[in-house]
């Protein structure tokens, strides 16, 4: 039996920080594909900022650093989709080369540096956000820190901005504190938050103490998980690491796919603004 991602990704993390081949800024560096700012938010043009249609699909898909090939399979999922929120995602050219083909507008949040690359997660849209906050948190065990990202984007005919939040859950917190630490960071965007919301990526929920954390975490915040069905996510012990938590919205589909180039597979959900009358 292969190992499982949760195995794999702190027994890759452990051997990349005893190789010296991690570097971890001291500062957070934000990135739109030119050059990382060291900056905990960013705030693009005015003049640049495009809506995102009300009615709109999301994928998110830990892309396991693109080692495999990612590139066959992203091209068959997103052909309608507004927003891609990858997790484990690695500043190469040949990424930033297909986000430009297709028009996104992204943002990346370096967890570490690999390699002279960034990596943690980055979201792509349709359309340009309005503000981007990134965040990191270190793993207890491997001390090798885990990213966040939030972003604010607007929504046709809406005077409300949808905020999506992209997640790399810490992995080894055996008691679950950092675990917990890390929703709680979210809840103090979402919380107080009136339009609608999004909360998607890796969860790393591969046991009963966390899946609790995680339910009582969604429900405090009147989050909503998008289960599909049928039901392909990858699992650890029965508990699906992915997940898509949405509020204000309404659901219109959602799907799970299986991938061969990660050994995770990409969740697609599509939504559309309360009391929008677009199919």
Not at 160 to 174: C, D, E, G, K
Not at 230 to 246: K, N
């Amino acid at each position: 039996m292969p190992p499982s991602p949760v195995l794999k990704g702190g027994l890759l993390a452990s051997a990349l920080l005893l190789s010296g081949c991690i570097e971890v800024p001291k500062a957070i560096l934000l990135s739109d594909g030119v050059e990382p700012v060291s900056a905990e938010c960013l705030y693009p043009s005015a003049n640049t900022i495009q809506s995102l249609p009300s009615s709109f699909s999301l994928l998110s898909w830990n892309i396991y650093k693109q080692q495999g090939d990612w590139q066959v399979e992203l091209n068959r999922w997103v052909d309608d989709n507004n927003l891609l929120l990858l997790q484990e995602a690695r500043a190469s050219d040949e990424l930033h080369q297909w986000l430009q083909a297709r028009d996104y507008h992204w943002f990346q949040v370096a967890a570490f540096n690999w390699e002279q690359a960034a990596n943690g997660v980055l979201t792509a849209a349709a359309g340009q956000a309005s503000r981007v906050c990134g965040q990191r948190i270190r793993e207890p065990a491997t001390r090798i820190p885990k990213s966040l990202l939030f972003g604010y984007y607007h929504l046709e005919g809406s005077d409300q901005q949808l905020l999506v939040v992209n997640l790399h859950a810490v992995n080894f917190s055996l008691r679950g504190r950092t675990y917990q630490e890390q929703l709680n960071r979210i809840s103090g965007f979402v919380e107080n938050y009136g339009g609608p919301v999004i909360v998607a990526g890796d969860f790393n929920r591969w046991n009963s103490r966390r899946a609790r954390l995680l339910q009582r975490w969604a429900e405090r915040e009147q989050l909503i998980e998008a289960v599909p069905t049928p039901d392909h996510r990858t699992r650890f012990i029965g508990y699906p690491l992915d997940a898509v938590f949405y509020r204000g919205l309404e659901l219109v589909q959602v799907q799970s796919m299986r991938s061969h180039a990660s050994d995770h597979g990409p969740l697609k959900v599509s939504f559309r603004a309360k009391g929008s009358d677009k199919p």
